[in-house]
Each structure stands twice: as C-alpha cells, then as structure tokens.
Nanobody
C-alpha cells in the first residue's frame, strides 16, 4: 500500500479544511487507517483513526470539530477539519496497517502503523 495525502493549506482560525489520503491498493479487507500530526518540537500524535468495520476514535482536542471518513470505492480516507485553531498547526500524516482487529488502543497509536504518507502541512494563523 502507498498513501498520498493532499489538502493542507494555510488558513485563519475558525476556518475549515478537508484532507484526503489516497491508497494505491488494499491487500486486506481488514485494516486500520488514520490521521496523525506532528508539530515542531512535539511527538507525533494520533488525531483520528478508523478500523475497516467503521469503528472510529478521536483525540480529545478534536472531538466535535474533526470527522474521519472512508470512501472505499475511491480508496480515499478523508479528514474534515472544522473550527480550526492555531494549536492544530502541524504536518498531518495518513497511516495504515493491514490487520485483524487488535483493540481500541491501537487506533491512535502511531507506533502501531507501518505504512505512512509523506505528510501535508496545515497552518492555522491570523
């Protein structure tokens, strides 16, 4: 699987962005996919993730503002980001792992994922 992200941009606080991640192929119908971000000087953190059965998880700071979704036909993972804040500024990465269900704790754990995209920059500033 290869992942290619797009959609990053510079926006003002309160605005919205939608990120997309196109997967070149799925080798399994069971997989984890998610969005992660890394700000300068900080560790990479899980933002929003989903399992292939539709189970989702969000980090607390984005609940109610971000929505993850998957278009299986287009092999595209989306992240709709609303009400953006300066603290959302980071490089956003798409990641995946082909796997049977291995628990909730895996969803937002960056170390669980073994396929990564190149990242797309999101900057929120007035």
């Amino acid at each position: 699987v290869q992942l290619v992200e797009s959609g990053g941009d510079s926006v003002q606080p309160g605005e919205s962005l939608r990120l997309s991640c196109v997967a070149s192929s799925y080798t399994s119908s069971r997989f984890y996919m998610g969005w992660f971000r890394q700000a300068p000087g900080k560790e990479r953190e899980g933002v929003a993730s989903m399992y292939s059965d539709g189970t989702t998880a969000y980090t607390d700071s984005v609940k109610g503002r971000f929505t993850i979704s998957l278009d299986s036909a287009k092999k595209t993972l989306w992240l709709q980001m609303n009400s953006l804040k300066p603290e959302d500024t980071a490089i956003y990465y798409c990641a995946a792992r082909m796997s049977s269900w291995s628990g909730w704790q895996r969803l937002l754990a960056p170390t669980w994922y073994n396929v990564w995209g190149q990242g797309t920059q999101v900057t929120v500033s007035s």
